[in-house]
């Protein structure tokens, strides 16, 4: 299932609804490495590989995608800002398509851990999409996951294993197709909404209007 979810700034920069904060998904990335959750104890994963274009052949190079995920409670929200997630950041893909996102092991949420990405895709527009993570049998159970079968190899694009590697961190590859991301043509619209209410409001006002937050 896909949450049209959002994400809260770190702790250490700006608060939502103050002067100087700037929503997660509009955020600039210049590297196609991205950590989610930096400086957070727990188990850690690294989800690798590139974008493949819409032709499905060429790498997608230069593509700003936004990654989220719940936390190991299987929460995206804290409960001061119930509509913005917790974990968050934005990559742009390297030359030949590829990125690396670390993060924090995803609890379980209607279903296995799992992370959603979303992009601007050139001749498609807003479109998103998940992956759910499943370890192999060397790495059986995952963390607070311990229902959540092994399994052997993934079986679409929806789907990664994470292989445990010595240093203690789940890793996987995924090669992943943008050309089959899912059109969400109301999801602009709604980040829209969440950057006039927690970055644009109320202090840039002009003088004497309703400084009352948009609902």
């Given at each position: 299932?896909?949450?049209?979810?959002?994400?809260?700034?770190?702790?250490s920069g700006p608060a939502p609804g103050t002067p100087g904060y700037?929503?997660?998904?509009?955020?600039?990335?210049?590297?196609?490495?991205?950590?989610?959750?930096?400086?957070?104890?727990?188990?850690?994963?690294?989800?690798?590989?590139?974008?493949?274009?819409?032709d499905g052949v060429s790498p997608m190079a230069g593509l700003e995608?936004?990654?989220?995920?719940?936390?190991?409670?299987?929460?995206?929200?804290?409960?001061?800002?119930?509509?913005?997630?917790?974990?968050?950041?934005?990559?742009?893909?390297?030359?030949?398509?590829?990125?690396?996102?670390?993060?924090?092991?995803?609890?379980?949420?209607?279903?296995?851990?799992?992370?959603?990405?979303?992009?601007?895709?050139?001749?498609?527009?807003?479109?998103?999409?998940?992956?759910?993570?499943?370890?192999?049998?060397?790495?059986?159970?995952?963390?607070?996951?311990?229902?959540?079968?092994?399994?052997?190899?993934?079986?679409?694009?929806?789907?990664?294993?994470?292989?445990?590697?010595?240093?203690?961190?789940?890793?996987?590859?995924?090669?992943?197709?943008?050309?089959?991301?899912?059109?969400?043509?109301?999801?602009?619209?709604?980040?829209?909404?969440?950057?006039?209410?927690?970055?644009?409001?109320?202090w840039r006002r002009r003088p004497g209007a309703d400084s009352s937050?948009?609902?």
């Amino acid at each position: 299932m896909l949450v049209l979810a959002t994400a809260v700034a770190a702790a250490s920069g700006p608060a939502p609804g103050t002067p100087g904060y700037v929503v997660p998904w509009n955020r600039s990335a210049t590297d196609s490495v991205v950590d989610l959750d930096p400086g957070a104890r727990g188990d850690r994963i690294e989800m690798s590989g590139k974008l493949v274009a819409p032709d499905g052949v060429s790498p997608m190079a230069g593509l700003e995608v936004y990654a989220y995920h719940a936390d190991a409670r299987g929460s995206y929200s804290d409960a001061k800002y119930p509509d913005l997630n917790r974990i968050s950041g934005v990559f742009r893909s390297g030359p030949g398509g590829g990125y690396v996102i670390r993060s924090t092991l995803p609890g379980m949420y209607e279903g296995p851990p799992h992370m959603h990405l979303d992009a601007d895709i050139p001749g498609k527009g807003r479109c998103v999409w998940f992956v759910s993570f499943n370890p192999d049998s060397a790495s059986w159970p995952l963390p607070g996951t311990l229902n959540l079968p092994p399994r052997l190899r993934a079986s679409d694009e929806h789907r990664a294993v994470l292989h445990r590697d010595p240093d203690g961190v789940y890793r996987t590859r995924r090669t992943l197709h943008v050309g089959d991301w899912f059109a969400s043509t109301t999801l602009d619209s709604f980040r829209t909404e969440l950057a006039r209410k927690y970055e644009r409001a109320p202090w840039r006002r002009r003088p004497g209007a309703d400084s009352s937050p948009p609902h």
